[in-house]
């Protein structure tokens, strides 16, 4: 099956979005100079359009009309569709200068570059520790808090975040999508897999890497 990819050659210089045409990208540059007068009756976030905060509301309705074809994934509106089909092409567009990895979007570049850097301007006001990224700091303070706020819906565990809840819920599936290359084993998760390859490598876990040949089912994407 052959999937279209979009050329998106103007970038907002405020924040990491692209956009197809110059017009486009006036339009969006709007979001930052005109002030926030449309808000969410829900939860207060505020909008400079009307048709922007029409668009936010479905993500309180639930109701996700844009399927995708590859995995069946549905999602609120059109444009997130479109950004996730980059996940099946395997294009990887953003290359960082500085070492060989490649990424599909532009703001995965930006968080990866920090890395470079090794600068960490995210600090915990608990216990001093400090973070590359927002969002680290922000599932870090959660094990200062205590705070589960994403449950799973077939038993009663809940975690700090969506991406460990995604790894718990294959445990209920069972199905193992990730395959050894060298015996053939099976696992649930990507991670239990480098730890098996350990054993055909003898290299110990930390400062491993490890490229695996993982092959995808429909399920893969089903969470």
Request: proline share 0%; net charge positive; aromatic share 8%.
């Amino acid at each position: 099956m052959l999937i279209h990819t979009v050329v998106k050659n103007h970038t907002c210089n405020m924040c990491d979005k692209t956009f197809t045409c110059f017009s486009k990208l006036q339009k969006h540059l709007q979001i930052h100079t005109e002030k926030k007068i449309h808000k969410c009756a829900v939860c207060n976030k505020t909008f400079t359009r009307n048709s922007n905060m029409k668009l936010h509301m479905l993500t309180h309705t639930g109701e996700k009309k844009h399927k995708c074809i590859v995995c069946d994934k549905t999602f609120p509106v059109k444009n997130e569709l479109n950004r996730h089909m980059l996940i099946h092409t395997g294009i990887r567009n953003y290359q960082c200068n500085m070492c060989d990895k490649a990424f599909i979007y532009c703001s995965n570049l930006k968080k990866h570059m920090v890395i470079h850097t090794g600068k960490k301007d995210y600090k915990c006001t608990e216990c001093n520790k400090s973070f590359s990224w927002k969002r680290s700091l922000e599932l870090h303070m959660l094990t200062h808090t205590g705070e589960r706020n994403h449950k799973c819906n077939m038993c009663d565990k809940a975690f700090t975040s969506v991406s460990n809840l995604q790894k718990h819920s294959v445990t209920h599936t069972g199905i193992k999508n990730y395959k050894c290359t060298e015996c053939n084993k099976a696992y649930l998760r990507s991670d239990h897999l480098k730890t098996h390859m350990l054993t055909h490598t003898g290299k110990k876990k930390s400062g491993s890497v490890f490229c695996l040949n993982v092959v995808f089912t429909k399920q893969t994407f089903m969470f």
